[in-house]
Nanobody, 123 residues
Framework: QVQLVESGGGLVQAGGSLRLSCAAS????????MGWFRQAPGKEREFVAV????????YYADSVKGRFTISRDNAKNTVYLQMNSLKPEDTAVYSC????????????????WGQGTQVTVSS
């Protein structure tokens, strides 16, 4: 079992930045691929980014490519999402996910999900 707890959401003006964190339980964190999804009100859940266990592979949704960066610190059991040049359309609940394989996350999401953290970008 992996438990995930997100933090770092909030209200920011367009063009601003936020860094989300996701703390994971367990001693096998480095064996899991980690990712982020988001869901805006009235919209379907959307893949944002994924990172392999070693950190050597990353993949981003086109909508965030060049603005968001996913990273991890395996010593701290934490994955991050640095979000720059934020836009109002980035407003959503952002959830951290974990899975054994990164393609699992890209295709269907994670085996484990956090509760999510709200990000609101004002225009």
């Amino acid at each position: 079992q992996v438990q995930l707890v997100e933090s770092g959401g909030g209200l920011v003006q367009a063009g601003g930045s936020l860094r989300l964190s996701c703390a994971a339980s367990g001693r096998t964190f480095s064996t899991y691929a980690m990712g982020w999804f988001r869901q805006a009100p009235g919209k379907e859940r959307e893949f944002v980014a994924v990172l392999s266990g070693s950190g050597g592979f990353t993949y981003y949704a086109d909508s965030v490519k060049g603005r968001f960066t996913i990273s991890r610190d395996n010593a701290k059991n934490t994955v991050y999402l640095q979000m720059n040049s934020l836009k109002p359309e980035d407003t959503a609940v952002y959830s951290c996910v974990a899975a054994r394989f990164y393609n699992t996350i890209v295709v269907r999401g994670g085996d484990y999900w956090g509760q999510g953290t709200q990000v609101t970008v004002s225009s």
